[in-house]
């Protein structure tokens, strides 16, 4: 069957459920994803620090990793050629800057102008920008940062902070997009802290200074990232949930939930509507751990179906900032990066593609025996044939073709970087 004739025949089948694919191939048409720039080099950014710090870690050493700012734009270009949809954003990290003329440029002093490019980049690919600090991978980020005793150290990140968030402003400036601006430090102890409380307050007093400099709140939207534990940081970590959380909701900023970032049995797809009923926005690192916070490649998995279909079916898909965060240096990172934002996508898709009405108003009727048949019944709904189509519209190769574009760009491109 063609693919046309499969589409057709995936439309009746929809609407049998009442569910209409050409709303949803619109919609998530216009759905924009912020895509994190370090997936293509390991975090390892332009500044020749060396190596990744702060409790994260890649692994493998797959061939190809951009080296400097012309690879990695050349390694974006081609990934923005498999993703449908859009505008999307780029996601960018401060240890992206981009020094000229042998400039060395430390990270309390970066500019907007160390960030040109990345505003070229973005207008010449109808994107928008967002901003994240660089707590760590520098040699003042050995231990504590924004929650540091030391006054001298302390004050030196929140200027970084501060030169964010002006960096931040130019980036919604220059693209006419808002711009997220995310606060994650991996601040904390390998072994029991003799103190937790004073860490925190620091840390609150810290990101106090950083947003009390001033900004415009509709075209910079702060968000504080919370975690767990890292490598090295298994004890204590002082940006935990509940200080994120308490924090964002105290200072009118907006809370981000990174689904790595949690114990293994809680899920991130619970944890969106709780805060959709008493934060205006919020904002998702979609990411995929295994065993710990790994950050795998984002698949098509049960999680991250759930994680889109709750920003659905809450109705809050303007008011949930979508990005990926992930890196893994064992396989080709332009198929990483194009892929696990595809896969964000069709959990989109699906979610936009399930009968949400129909199944509230059986699970508010008491109905939960047809609740979960019909939830398992839509699993195996032809959604595959939508996506083509959505992919075929948009004018990006839907099946795993795609992916020969890539081995071509590996042979001409990634394996000549040696
Ligand atoms: C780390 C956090 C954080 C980083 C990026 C590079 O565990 O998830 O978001 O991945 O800032
Ligand atoms: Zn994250």
């Known amino acids: 069957m063609a693919q046309n004739e499969r589409y057709l025949s995936a439309k009746e089948i929809f609407a049998k459920y009442g569910v209409d694919t050409e709303a949803a191939i619109e919609k998530l048409s216009g759905i924009g994803i912020s895509i994190h720039c370090w997936q293509l080099d390991d975090v390892r950014g332009f500044e020749g620090t060396g190596t990744l710090s702060g409790g994260i870690q890649t ?23 498999f993703i449908p949809g859009g505008p999307h954003k780029i996601n960018v990290h401060a240890n992206y800057s981009i020094a000229e003329n042998g400039e060395i440029i430390d990270r309390d002093s970066i ?3 160390h960030f040109k490019r990345w505003v070229e980049f973005a207008k010449a690919h109808n994107c928008g920008l967002d901003f994240n600090p660089t707590f760590f991978s520098h040699p003042k980020a050995d231990g504590l940062t924004l929650s540091s005793p030391n006054d001298d150290i302390r004050n030196y990140w929140i200027r970084h902070g501060i030169a964010c968030v002006r960096i931040s402003e130019y980036f919604a400036n220059e693209t006419g997009h808002p711009c997220v601006l995310n606060i994650w430090t991996g601040d904390g102890f390998k072994d029991v802290p003799a103190d937790r409380m004073g860490p925190r307050q620091r840390y609150a007093d810290s990101i106090d200074q950083i947003i009390g400099c001033g900004y415009d709140k509709s075209k910079v939207y702060v968000t504080v990232e919370s975690k767990v534990f890292g490598i090295g940081v298994e004890a204590y970590t002082v940006g935990s949930a509940e200080f994120a959380l308490s924090y964002a909701m105290t200072r009118g900023i907006t809370p981000l939930m990174d689904n790595g970032h949690y114990h293994p049995t809680e899920v991130v797809s619970d944890k969106i509507p709780a805060l959709l009923c008493f934060s205006d926005k919020i904002a998702l690192h979609i990411t995929r751990p295994i065993r710990w916070d790994s950050d795998h490649v984002v698949a098509y998995d049960d999680e991250t ?5 709750e920003v659905v079916r809450c109705n809050a898909l303007d008011r949930v900032f979508l990005a990926t965060d992930y890196f893994d240096a064992s396989i080709n990172r332009v198929a990483a990066l194009a892929m ?10 699906n979610a936009l593609l399930t009968p949400n009405a129909d199944l509230k108003a059986l699970q508010d009727s008491g109905d939960l025996t047809k609740v979960f048949i019909m939830q398992e019944e839509i699993k195996t ?3 595959g044939d939508v996506w083509m189509e959505f992919c075929a519209r948009n004018g990006v190769i839907g099946c795993s073709k795609w992916f020969d574009e890539v081995l071509k760009y590996e042979k001409e491109v990634l394996l000549k970087r040696v």
């Open 59 to 81: 692994t493998g050493n797959y061939p190809g990793g951009a080296r400097n700012p012309d690879e990695l734009f050349a390694d974006l270009e081609k990934v923005l050629t």
């Open 381 to 383: 709904l032809p959604m």
């Open 305 to 309: 179906r759930e994680m889109m279909k």
């Open 340 to 349: 696990g934002v595809r896969n964000v996508q069709k959990a989109l898709l």
């Open 111 to 113: 500019e907007p102008r």
